[in-house]
């Protein structure tokens, strides 16, 4: 392979706005989707274990559908297929918006929202069962029991595959460049149209995710650590 | 408002052409899924095995490997072999190949992970037993340490091929014409997206679902 290599590309010309203006997207897109993601994993995660069946059926449909289905087909679905049903005034206030980033957003929260769920599920079934028998017996209602007892100690039990699952997100909201938003991918793209020099484009979206994802591991691995319950899990302590 | 014509119509198109991949198209979601899983495997038992391995020139690039794919988004992988195939080769490939090669080496960074976790939850004593018996140690891998790995391995396999399946919905990017392509195809024609995307959507969680349940039945079996 004889390729002659031009990085200066990266910096001349608009490519360096490109590629921090499609970070900061990526980073956006994918935090709000993370808010999205955890407040429906935790909520329906929480619903698949509860002694209530028609509360477990609706949070087992929407984890089951949401996360056998590719994030693609959502991607599509949530910015061509809703749109055009929802009334005039939002949808308008919608495409003056930025439509693609708030289905982007919408896409990728619901979707790992599913996937956060059954992280979520997961760290409650590793609770004790006596758990929530002495939350009740102390007199806590259900809902108190879950949200004073059983939540706050599975969040912490799920701290380590929870991060696994946000890197995931990370990198799957390259998939929103399918329905143009402006996000790191979207922007690697663009700099490759204007200057065709992919390979240098490629390499500095490629190294931009790298750091993202091993910055947010070593991070995660010290949270972990501390967080971890002494006695609970074996590991941290 | 809900038009199932639309469907109706264009039934035979989305999962003949789309997931199948029979007509004019070069195309077909499961075309492309199920050698990516089979060749993905595979080439994910050798890296889980040298990740194992105890030269350090051999483990360290399979670590390195597995580190850096797990590390980037599948998009981005995709991109790479679209554009770095011409360089090498001096010529351009189908879409076919390019996808099935990106599915391929991303893929088998997380067969990979999925083989080394089976291998160690073999317990030590089956290979010293292998050992002491006179097994080589390819052989004693072959016959006592494989065998019991992939029992292990199942849940976690089943649930990867789920994810690679669903992946193969992104070869559409590259302009691959599988089930999600083909119902852009046909949205472009007809524009109704609500009932396309739900169709496919639908389309896909019956396929995913009813591995998921097979692998189920058949885990109960194993165990």
């Known amino acids: 392979m004889r390729y002659a290599f031009h990085w200066e590309v990266l910096w001349s010309g608009q490519s360096g706005r490109w590629l921090l203006q499609g970070l900061a997207t990526t980073v956006e897109l994918s935090a709000l989707g993370w808010v999205l993601a955890a407040a429906l994993g935790i909520v329906s995660g929480a619903m698949r274990t509860v002694p209530w069946r028609p509360l477990r059926a609706l949070a087992t449909v929407y984890v089951e559908f949401f996360r056998n289905v590719p994030l693609l087909v959502w991607m599509f679905f949530w910015y061509f297929g809703v749109p055009p049903l929802l009334p005039e005034a939002i949808r308008e206030w919608l495409f003056r918006h930025g439509a693609e980033f708030w289905a982007g957003t919408f896409a990728l929260g619901v979707y790992h929202g599913a996937r956060m769920s059954e992280v979520i599920r997961g760290g409650i079934q590793a609770i004790p069962r006596t758990q929530f028998e002495a939350a009740v017996a102390m007199g806590l209602t259900t809902f108190q ?22 890197l995931n997100l990370l990198k799957n909201s390259s998939v929103a460049l399918t329905i143009s ?8 793209r663009q700099i490759e149209a204007y200057t065709a020099r992919a390979l240098e484009a490629l390499t500095a979206g490629t190294v931009i995710y790298l750091v993202l994802c091993v910055g947010i591991a070593a991070i995660m691995a010290r949270v972990e650590h501390r967080f971890a319950i002494p006695g609970l899990i074996a590991r941290g302590g | 408002m809900f038009d199932l014509s ?38 994910g038992i050798f890296i889980g095995i040298a990740r194992l391995a105890r030269s350090w020139w051999i483990s360290l690039p399979a670590t390195l490997y597995v580190e850096f794919f797990r590390g980037v988004p599948l998009v981005m992988v995709i991109f790479w072999i679209w554009f770095i195939i011409p360089q090498l080769l001096r010529f351009p490939i189908p879409e076919y190949g390019v996808a099935l090669t990106a599915f391929v080496i991303f893929e088998a960074a997380y067969f990979g992970e999925i083989v080394r976790a089976g291998i160690q939850s073999v317990p030590r004593g089956q290979v010293e037993a292998a050992t002491a018996l006179g097994l080589t140690r390819p052989q004693s891998m072959r016959f006592v340490v494989l065998p019991q790995a992939i029992r292990n391995m199942v849940p976690s396999l089943v649930t990867q091929m789920i ?15 599988d089930l999600t392509k083909a119902a852009q195809i046909v949205n472009n024609r007809e524009i109704r997206p609500f009932e396309l995307y739900l169709f496919i959507a639908v389309v896909y969680f019956v396929c995913t679902y009813s591995m998921s349940r097979i692998a189920a039945r058949f885990e109960h079996r194993l165990a």
Do not use: H, M, W
């Open chain 1, 145 to 166: 029991a879950y949200r004073l007892v059983i939540v706050p100690i599975a969040l912490r039990l799920s701290i380590p595959p929870a991060t696994n699952e946000s």
């Open chain 2, 163 to 177: 994810v690679l399946f669903k992946d193969t919905s992104l070869a559409s990017i590259i302009g691959y014409v």
């Open chain 2, 6 to 43: 639309v469907i109706v119509n264009n039934f035979a198109f989305l999962v003949v052409q789309g997931l199948l991949g029979f007509g004019g198209f070069s195309g077909g979601t499961l075309r492309l899924a199920i050698p990516a899983i089979v060749l993905g495997f595979f080439l």
């Open chain 1, 181 to 188: 938003v402006a996000e790191l991918t979207f922007q690697t």
